[in-house]
């Protein structure tokens, strides 16, 4: 034969438990935000089959930049290397949270010399002037990457359409 006896601690301890997995569940049946969606989803999906590793060749790039839409010329207008800053001014601040907009963060390549190769767009649609796309890669990764006008009042936005 087994006695067992509880105190009142432990009741108020398990009281309190409870009252805690109620609140929770209750917040995750009437709190929207909480609850995934299904453009979330899908959008995490599309983000997947995307693959910002073993970006090697000119090839491995054209057919990266084409996974967002974009046709660009078969040879880089542009290849060269460039330094992430170690600190970031006021500019590249702001291209840097354009970059984090887009799920990258070059912060954690500061001081870091990177590729850059330029396209152009053949395929911009309701803009008659020159689009470029540019790819920021170390070693074979797409750290960071941009759509911009070449005109002076121009604009740059993020890989997607």
Known sequence: MFIYSMRAGTLRFFGIVCVALIGLVTLMAFVPELQPTAATESEAVESESVSFEKIRSNEDR??????????????????????????FDKVFSSYNELQRAQGLDLSAYAGKTVERYTYTVKNYEGYEGTVYANLLIWRGRVIGGDICSADSAGFIHGLTK
């Open 62 to 87: 054209i057919g990266f930049l084409s996974h967002f839409g974009w046709q660009v010329e078969e040879a880089p207008l542009e290849s060269t290397t460039v330094t992430v800053p170690r600190e």
